[in-house]
Each structure stands twice: as structure tokens, then as C-alpha cells.
């Protein structure tokens, strides 16, 4: 496909693990990212991940990369309230300097 | 250390009317990296800047453009505004590209 895929919505309860998908469109892009917008704000850069890497592990956060299938996921370990924001998968795509990014998924967490 | 800077934070213009975004990268940052979000259509990339040249553009009329100063900072002109160019204005700077830094953005109304 010609977009960066992502659920819309997702909601957890506080203390839970949220698990954000994506599906990104090429198999050669270089680094796939995942950023993080809270209400009012910029985009805030989460993690990254280089495309020879499966996984990455930074506290809470683990990226899991699948690159058979074009698949990017965030997991969030122990969800704090502090955590609802839109998420946004993005991917950098092989001869490009810019970044292509999916619509955003909005993480609600309650208390 | 600074992050990226952005202004105005708001600006409110007449259809019609030109608009001047503003916006200064993180220090040691080159490239400089325009984005528009819109309601309900995520990140779109409008302009990339590079030692001073504009490297790429992105699906936009050219009533939008900019410029990057001697100084790295950049501005981004929108000419004859259009009720569709309400959005939120994000710029982001990198050094290499590898990892775009965000500011806050400006949020631009057309009434």
C-alpha cells in the first residue's frame, strides 16, 4: 500500500501493557520510527529502531520490527495515565531524508 | 539546550491574506523540515531545507514556500490562503537525518 497503517483508537486501563501496531509500505525503508503528540504539542521522538534490528528495548518501550510482513509495533509496559497521547509510526523510506508518517493512534488510558 | 522553536504559537489570518511561519532548528542542525497536520489527515511533508537549499517538496501548490537563513533558521510562506490551509505547522531540524526533532508548531486559522 501507498500509506503508513495504524488503528485509530486504543484504550487500556492503567497498569495494563499496550501494544500499538503499524503497517509501513516499504520493505527497504532504513529506520522506522515511533512518535509521541500530547494534546497542544509537537511530536515527541520515542524511540527508533534501524532495519537490521528485530527489537529494541528502552524501559517500558519495546519496538518489535517484522520486516517479512512490513510490521512495526510499540509496546508500552506498565500504561500510565501520563501515556494517553496519539502515537505515530513513521518510516523512512530508502533515498529519502524525510519521514512518512501513519495517521496516529490515540491511547486512552484510565485510571 | 534549546529544542526546536517555532512562532508565533497562533496566528489567525483572512482568506486571502499571506501567512509567515517562523522557525528555529536545535543548534548544530542543518536541515530544517516543514509538516502540515491537518484534521483527519496526519503528517503531511511540505518542504525540506539543507545547508541552505531547498532539497524537496512535498504535494503542495507553490503559494506555499520558504527559505533557510545563513543561520539555519527557516520561514515558510503561505500565499493567498485558502480556508483549507487551516492546520497545525510543524517544523523539525536533524543533522544527517537520521532522527527529526519537532517543535511545538503553529496553528494557523483562516477565517
Known amino acids: 500500500g501507498e500509506d503508513v497503517e495504524q488503528s485509530l483508537f486504543l484504550s487500556v486501563r492503567e497498569g495494563d501493557s499496550s501494544v500499538i501496531n503499524c503497517t509501513y509500505t516499504d520493505s527497504s525503508s532504513t529506520y522506522l520510527y515511533w512518535y509521541k503528540q500530547e494534546p497542544g504539542a509537537g511530536l515527541q521522538l520515542l524511540t527508533y529502531?534501524?532495519?537490521?534490528?528485530d527489537m529494541k528495548q528502552d524501559q517500558r518501550l519495546t519496538v518489535l520490527l517484522n520486516k517479512k510482513d512490513k510490521h512495526l509495533s510499540l509496546r508500552i509496559a506498565d500504561t500510565q495515565t501520563g501515556d494517553s497521547a496519539i502515537y505515530f509510526c513513521a518510516e523512512r523510506r530508502p533515498g529519502y531524508s524525510t519521514l512518512t508518517f501513519g495517521k496516529g493512534t490515540m491511547l486512552l488510558v484510565s485510571p | 539546550e534549546a529544542g526546536v522553536t517555532q512562532s508565533p504559537t497562533h496566528l489567525i489570518k483572512t482568506r486571502g491574506q499571506q501567512a509567515t511561519l517562523r522557525c528555529s532548528p536545535i543548534?548544530?542542525?542543518?536541515?530544517v523540515y516543514w509538516y502540515q497536520q491537518a484534521l483527519g489527515l496526519g503528517l503531511q511533508f511540505l518542504l525540506w531545507?539543507?545547508?541552505?537549499?531547498?532539497?524537496n517538496r512535498g504535494n503542495f501548490p507553490p503559494r506555499f514556500s520558504g527559505r533557510q537563513f545563513p543561520n539555519y533558521s527557516s520561514e515558510l510562506n503561505v500565499n493567498a490562503l485558502e480556508l483549507e490551509d487551516s492546520a497545525l505547522y510543524l517544523c523539525?531540524?536533524?543533522?544527517?537525518?537520521?532522527?527529526?526533532?519537532f517543535g511545538s508548531g503553529t496553528q494557523l486559522s483562516v477565517l
Open positions: 543548534s548544530g542542525h542543518t536541515s
Open positions: 531545507y539543507d545547508e541552505g537549499e531547498e532539497r
Open positions: 523539525a531540524s536533524s543533522f544527517g537525518g537520521e532522527k527529526l526533532f
Open positions: 529502531i534501524f532495519s537490521n534490528m
